[in-house]
């Protein structure tokens, strides 16, 4: 386990996504039951480049709904006209946050995060149907980098969400 964090901490990101991304296929290939693979991809992510909070929100009823996470308590429904969350969704783009504070209508879920991503998650037809929502507890903390790979990711769970 120590091994796995200080090769977290000491590889650049772009080298992490492009070694986890082709794992995260394998470990989800065959298993059909979404909150399973999620939660694997949230542990996964979570674990090889230690963010502070990592998860999935999934749109029901016109709410975005807490799925698999990994990190402390986290916001249970987000309307899809709130925060980042709801912005990447609605407009079906990924949204980098370097200062959450500085974004117009951010939800304070944590006060530690201080910086945030999120990806659109599309099903296998193309479709929104939630977000993968990614918070550091540092400023400026998130990138192109992680967008791209974070955006690889969820294009590896769409075939899987239905």
Sequence with gaps: MAESIAFSKAADRATIYSEIT???????????????????VAAVLKEALGFFWVGF???????LVLGPFQGPLACTRIDLDSGVCGHAFS??????????????????CSSAARSEIVVPLRNARGDVVGVLDVDSDRLDDLSAVDAAGLEAIAGVLAPAIR
């Design 22 to 40: 082709p794992q995260i296929a394998s470990l989800i290939e065959g298993e059909t039951d979404l909150v399973a693979n999620l939660a694997n």
């Design 57 to 63: 929100y999934l749109e029901k009823n016109g709410q």
């Design 91 to 108: 407009t079906r783009e990924t949204v980098i946050v370097p200062n959450v504070d500085e974004f117009p209508g951010h939800i304070a």
